[in-house]
């Protein structure tokens, strides 16, 4: 599985957002343990936009068999992606549970739209003879806690992570210490 650290989102202010740089480093320590591989390789392929991001690696990588994962909250919002609906068609998407979005995650127009395309849980680990669209619903027991939340408990959390250059676990490049980069969605 890999964990696209995304270098901006247009959905979100820029402002005060941590380097790219701390945020995959924070994303290597939070996967440790899972078989989960953070990876910066939006910046290396130039992508703004999920959809061209998701064709790039399509191109890069032919033969592999690709599954979006989002958590709902995204799904509540996903409408105003561009062109979700390519997104959509360009490979199947798995939705993850969080907490206190299953209402607006059901009730968003991209729901709406993607319900015709469910598929059981169990389907995808037989997924040879899909084609996309298709949704899944993952349910689990997800940490409550926001993303938003965990930043404000420890506000210089960034600080001590994006001294340090790095390589990225996907690409092996050299991932500078100060890019935050540009936003996309």
């Known amino acids: 599985m890999w964990w696209l650290v995304s270098p901006g989102n247009p959905l979100k202010a820029a ?3 941590a380097p790219l740089s701390a945020r995959l480093a924070s994303a ?8 989960i591989r953070p ?6 392929l130039g992508t703004v936009f999920t959809v061209d991001s998701l064709r790039a690696l399509r191109r890069r990588y ?17 409408h105003r992606w561009r062109d979700w609906r390519g997104i959509a068609r360009a490979m199947p998407i798995a939705v993850i ?8 995650a059901l009730a968003s127009p991209a729901m709406a739209w993607l319900g015709r395309y469910r598929r059981s849980k169990s389907s995808l680990q037989h997924r040879a003879g899909w084609s996309a669209p298709a949704l899944i619903h993952l349910r689990f027991d997800p940490d409550p806690r926001s993303a ?4 404000r408990a420890d506000p210089d959390w960034a600080s ?6 790095q390589r990225d676990p996907l690409t092996h490049h050299p991932l500078a210490s100060d890019i935050t980069g540009a936003a996309r969605t």
């Open 97 to 104: 549970a969080r907490p206190g979005y299953d209402g607006a």
């Open 15 to 17: 402002v005060g957002m």
């Open 160 to 165: 001590g992570l994006a001294r340090h250059a």
């Open 28 to 35: 290597r320590q939070q996967a440790r343990r899972a078989p």
């Open 148 to 151: 938003t939340a965990i930043r």
């Open 62 to 78: 032919p033969k592999a068999s690709f599954v979006w994962l989002m958590g709902s909250d995204n799904l509540a919002q996903f």
């Open 39 to 44: 990876t910066a390789i939006e910046r290396e």
